[in-house]
T-cell receptor
């Protein structure tokens, strides 16, 4: 049982390049989330998906797109990377039965640097 | 807007002392309050959580208290050990979104326990 896995672990991009961050969970969770973590800012929600086939914007969605490929996988895409997107990105998943919040399980993170 | 304030941002204690971290939230609809511990280079991990129908919860050396009227909740760690050194985040659920339950995080407290 691997939990939440993320690839890649590290990435360096030049301004304007694109890339996709991959996330997968093997806990059969309905909800999945993408956060970014910046020094002194805590974790901020980028996008989330309450169930397969649905996605919604979080606090800081500009410059990002997401795809909930199936129940297991939730990817985050940067179409044209900017230095302001330099951050550590975390994927998380949770069960969220009956509209009650449950523990979110986090992946190990992807450290992205945009030069 | 909705936010979670966390204090202090850094906390240094001697091994064996107690540590207290406090958070306030603004969304009166929040009803789930988890605490996460993040070690260097890893994703956050849940250590304890509390729901709005409970005033206090304890798990060994860790306890959380909730005052819904004042919109305060606190993390108490007793008999601290060097391995408690980490960044701690409080969070509150938010019902803003149509479906699913996302979290809003505080900015974190760096706890250092010296032996």
């Amino acid at each position: 049982n691997a939990g939440v896995t993320q690839t890649p672990k590290f990435q360096v991009l030049k301004t304007g390049q694109s890339m996709t961050l991959q996330c997968a969970q093997d806990m059969n969770h309905n909800s999945m989330y993408w956060y970014r973590q910046d020094p002194g800012m805590g974790l901020r929600l980028i996008y989330y998906s309450a169930s397969e086939g649905t996605t919604d914007k979080g606090e800081v969605p500009n410059g990002y797109n997401v795809s909930r490929l199936n129940k297991r996988e939730f990817s985050l895409r940067l179409e044209s990377a900017a230095p302001s997107q330099t951050s550590v990105y975390f994927c998380a998943s949770s069960e969220d039965r009956d509209r009650r919040a449950y523990e979110q399980y986090f992946g190990p993170g992807t450290r992205l640097t945009v030069t | 807007g909705e936010n979670v304030e966390q204090h202090p941002s850094t906390l240094s204690v001697q091994e064996g002392d107690s540590a207290v971290i406090k958070c306030t939230y603004s969304d009166s609809a929040s009803n789930y309050f988890p605490w996460y511990k993040q070690e260097l280079g890893k994703g956050p991990q849940l250590i304890i959580d509390i729901r709005s129908n409970v005033g206090e919860k304890k798990d060994q050396r860790i306890a959380v208290t909730l005052n819904k009227t004042a919109k305060h909740f606190s993390l108490h760690i007793t008999e601290t050990q060097p391995e408690d050194s980490a960044v701690y985040f409080c969070a509150a659920s938010r019902k803003k979104y149509q479906a699913g339950t996302a979290l809003i995080f505080g900015k974190g407290t760096t706890l250092s326990v010296s032996s």
